[in-house]
């Protein structure tokens, strides 16, 4: 059992984003010492990880639990339609990751015109 701050530790979250998510539902402590710490999983600590990568994709805390629910019902129970959720939830991340790119693309033009720019010299008038 690994204790809240290792988790947020080797995910690289914040102590106050795996409570806030746990807040959320997307995940639940195994279980909790006598003094109240709580206690995660390997499972917890993968969960958080996914979690993670969700969200620079901008999925919603609904869009991670349906996706979430769905991965576990694929993995619990072999689930056909949840598999057919995490494929489209698949497409989605897919979608956003080409929609990001082209984003990035667009920013990194932007920073190439502004470092041209900034090394221009200007041009003195001649009389």
Do not use: N, W
């Not at 806030?20 to 993968?46: C, N, Q, S």
């Not at 639990?65 to 993995?75: C, F, K, P, S, Y």
């Amino acid at each position: 059992m690994i204790q809240i701050g290792e988790v947020a530790d080797r995910v690289g979250l914040s102590l106050r984003t795996v409570r806030y998510y746990e807040e959320m539902g997307l995940i639940e402590p195994e279980t909790r010492t006598e003094g109240g710490f709580r206690l995660y999983t390997e499972a917890h600590v993968d969960r958080l990880a996914l979690i993670k990568r969700m969200k620079p994709l901008a999925f919603t805390v609904q869009e991670m639990r349906e996706l979430l629910d769905a991965r576990d019902a694929v993995r619990e129970r072999g689930d056909e339609a949840a598999r057919e959720r995490l494929a489209e939830y698949a497409r989605a991340a897919a979608e956003r990751c080409d929609a990001l790119r082209a984003k990035l693309e667009s920013g990194e033009e932007l920073a190439r015109t502004l470092r041209r720019e900034s090394r221009r010299r200007p041009k003195t008038a001649t009389h």
